[in-house]
């Protein structure tokens, strides 16, 4: 089979062909080296490849094999981890001058669980500094560009994961989502991307080293989750990083109830669906209302589902956000880092470490986040899926935070972002479909929510709209 061709395959397919022995791990991990390797120059996806690692690994998957012994669901499939993911005896830089050397001494928890179900690592894939944007871009290596249009940013802070599922240099990819990171770069790299349940899949150890003041993960808010070119690909990898408990994360949930695989069955006739365009008060980009509101009529057309406008009616939880954010970051060690790495971090980052946040303010967040929650579970009481935009916007130009006006309102650089992060503060499940593409070929994201612990609704729902209106087949053009 031709480099194209093993580049192509989804992770179900390739892992199977793998432990039928009709495909080496070898073979398939070499083509997508090859593949990284053509348009790294390009896309900067990755920022530590590491093809010898991956050569390794495969050489003794291969030998496995050969011996007879059985071996793991992601057998030989090529899969890339965000850099803000710990990986033993590899580089995690997190963008950031400050963790520039930084080795792990330990896997984080859906590494390990990767690794014993026979996945190849590939390397870590890029991000902005600590992960605090929704872009790809940071102060230590080349931009992560989009492979829609290399001009635009890929989004982030999952950005180079996004970039490289969606030019074929892995199946799927890790990302990390504590206010929209897998979604946000699967909606503009026109993948698919999931944020399970809080507490499904494992959280631990997040950045952190003895040698500096630390970073930490955004315990209540941070999920961990796949980004594949198929919905049923990140249920395969759901299955492995989302099987049960770890002692580590005292989040995680017991073992899930139900086949991670099996959630993809089904139909969707008569489930009752919410669509909420803007919130009530967002601004959104024409485009994407037109996009998203086509892709919602076929829950109604195709698959059966009641449609209603309507909205949960918060109002904009956005700066209480950030407050849960300044709770749950280390503003001690990362003030203590700004003193020595002030001149080489980014802009709008430093700001954030040296505001002087107030008790009223970090209190007047969990309390919002409450009525937030709140207005949630009474509001999907009524439904059984909410449907989104996953961003006001399409993507935009690299090299800044987002656009200042959006549908002709001046907006705050971060407010393309509102229908992310408000899952992360109730911690819904979440996904991004690809609802279809700009007249200039940029690809636009529908959100679908699924009720408290529903991650199968939102599974079904997602699979059910990749058949009625499939994307995979659409090929960005820097693939050629």
Same mark, same amino acid.
């Given at each position: 089979?031709?480099?194209?061709?093993?580049?192509?395959?989804?992770?179900?397919?390739?892992?199977?062909? $793998?432990?039928?022995?009709?495909?080496?791990?070898?073979?398939?991990?070499?083509?997508?080296?090859?593949?990284?390797?053509?348009?790294?120059?390009?896309?900067?996806?990755?920022?530590?490849?590491?093809?010898?690692?991956?050569?390794?690994?495969?050489?003794?998957?291969?030998?496995?094999?050969?011996?007879?012994?059985?071996? @793991?669901?992601?057998?030989?499939?090529?899969?890339?981890?965000?850099?803000?993911?710990?990986?033993?005896?590899? !580089?995690?830089?997190?963008?950031?001058?400050?963790?520039?050397?930084?080795?792990?001494?330990?896997?984080?928890?859906?590494?390990? !669980?990767?690794?014993?179900? #026979?996945?190849?690592?590939?390397?870590?894939?890029?991000?902005?500094? %600590?992960?605090?944007?929704?872009?790809?871009?940071?102060?230590? %290596?080349? *931009?992560?560009?989009?492979? /829609?249009?290399?001009? &635009?940013?890929?989004?982030?802070?999952?950005?180079?994961?996004?970039?490289?599922?969606?030019?074929? &240099?892995?199946?799927?990819?890790?990302?990390?989502?504590?206010?929209?990171?897998?979604?946000?770069?699967?909606?503009?790299?026109?993948?698919?991307?999931?944020?399970?349940?809080?507490?499904?899949?494992?959280?631990?150890?997040?950045?952190?080293?003895?040698?500096?003041?630390?970073?930490?993960?955004?315990?209540?808010? =941070?999920?961990?989750?796949?980004?594949?070119?198929?919905?049923? #690909?990140?249920?395969?990898?759901?299955?492995?990083? @989302?099987?049960?408990?770890?002692?580590? #994360?005292?989040?995680?949930?017991?073992?899930?109830?139900? #086949?991670?695989?099996?959630?993809?069955?089904?139909?969707?006739?008569?489930?009752?669906?919410?669509?909420?365009?803007? /919130?009530?008060?967002?601004?959104?980009?024409? !485009?994407? !209302?037109?996009?998203?509101?086509?892709?919602?009529?076929?829950?109604?057309?195709?698959?059966?589902?009641?449609?209603?406008?309507?909205?949960?009616?918060?109002?904009?939880?956005?700066?209480?956000?950030?407050?849960?954010?300044?709770?749950?970051?280390?503003?001690?060690?990362?003030?203590?880092?700004?003193?020595?790495?002030?001149?080489?971090?980014?802009?709008?980052?430093?700001?954030?470490?040296?505001?002087?946040?107030?008790?009223?303010?970090?209190?007047?967040? $969990?309390?919002?986040?409450?009525?937030?929650?709140?207005?949630?579970?009474?509001?999907? =009481?009524?439904?059984?899926?909410?449907?989104?935009? *996953?961003?006001?916007?399409?993507?935009?130009?690299?090299?800044?935070?987002?656009? =200042?006006?959006?549908?002709?309102?001046?907006?705050?650089?971060? +407010?393309?972002?509102?229908?992310?992060?408000?899952?992360?503060?109730?911690?819904?499940?979440?996904?991004?479909?690809?609802?279809?593409?700009?007249?200039? @070929?940029?690809?636009?994201?529908? +959100?679908?929510?699924?009720?408290?612990?529903?991650?199968?609704?939102?599974?079904?729902?997602?699979?059910?709209?990749?058949?009625?209106?499939? /994307?995979?087949?659409?090929?960005?053009?820097?693939?050629?």
């Amino acid at each position: 089979m031709a480099d194209m061709e093993l580049c192509e395959l989804d992770a179900i397919t390739t892992a199977r062909l $793998v432990r039928e022995r009709q495909v080496s791990p070898v073979a398939v991990t070499e083509a997508h080296i090859a593949r990284m390797e053509a348009l790294e120059p390009k896309l900067h996806a990755f920022c530590t490849p590491t093809p010898d690692l991956a050569r390794e690994a495969a050489r003794r998957l291969e030998q496995r094999i050969a011996a007879g012994e059985a071996v @793991g669901p992601l057998a030989g499939v090529p899969v890339g981890i965000k850099d803000l993911v710990c990986t033993k005896g590899i !580089r995690t830089v997190s963008g950031s001058f400050a963790y520039e050397n930084f080795i792990p001494d330990e896997d984080d928890v859906v590494v390990e !669980r990767l690794k014993a179900a #026979d996945a190849i690592i590939l390397g870590k894939t890029n991000v902005p500094e %600590f992960g605090y944007s929704g872009v790809g871009h940071n102060p230590v %290596f080349e *931009t992560t560009r989009n492979p /829609w249009n290399l001009d &635009m940013t890929p989004g982030g802070s999952s950005a180079g994961s996004g970039a490289a599922v969606a030019a074929g &240099m892995c199946p799927f990819a890790i990302g990390s989502d504590g206010g929209g990171s897998v979604r946000i770069p699967s909606a503009h790299c026109g993948i698919f991307g999931m944020k399970a349940s809080m507490g499904r899949v494992p959280l631990y150890p997040g950045t952190k080293d003895e040698r500096y003041p630390g970073v930490s993960s955004w315990e209540s808010l =941070e999920h961990i989750g796949p980004m594949s070119r198929t919905v049923a #690909d990140s249920a395969l990898m759901l299955s492995v990083i @989302g099987s049960g408990p770890d002692p580590r #994360d005292r989040h995680t949930l017991p073992g899930p109830e139900f #086949d991670w695989m099996e959630c993809l069955k089904g139909d969707l006739k008569g489930k009752r669906v919410a669509l909420s365009l803007d /919130w009530g008060y967002a601004a959104v980009d024409p !485009r994407v !209302r037109t996009i998203v509101a086509d892709a919602a009529r076929v829950f109604e057309r195709d698959l059966g589902c009641i449609v209603e406008e309507a909205h949960p009616g918060w109002t904009d939880p956005y700066p209480a956000f950030w407050g849960l954010v300044a709770l749950e970051s280390d503003l001690a060690g990362m003030r203590a880092l700004a003193d020595r790495f002030a001149d080489r971090m980014t802009p709008h980052l430093l700001d954030f470490i040296r505001r002087p946040w107030t008790a009223e303010e970090l209190t007047g967040a $969990v309390m919002t986040r409450k009525a937030v929650n709140n207005r949630m579970w009474r509001f999907m =009481e009524r439904y059984d899926l909410l449907l989104t935009p *996953t961003l006001a916007v399409p993507p935009f130009p690299v090299h800044v935070q987002g656009p =200042e006006k959006i549908d002709g309102r001046i907006v705050a650089p971060f +407010q393309w972002l509102a229908f992310t992060f408000p899952m992360n503060m109730t911690g819904q499940p979440a996904a991004t479909v690809p609802a279809g593409w700009t007249a200039d @070929g940029l690809p636009v994201g529908m +959100q679908i929510v699924g009720r408290h612990l529903d991650d199968p609704m939102v599974l079904r729902a997602s699979a059910a709209f990749e058949a009625a209106r499939p /994307w995979r087949q659409r090929r960005p053009p820097v693939l050629g």
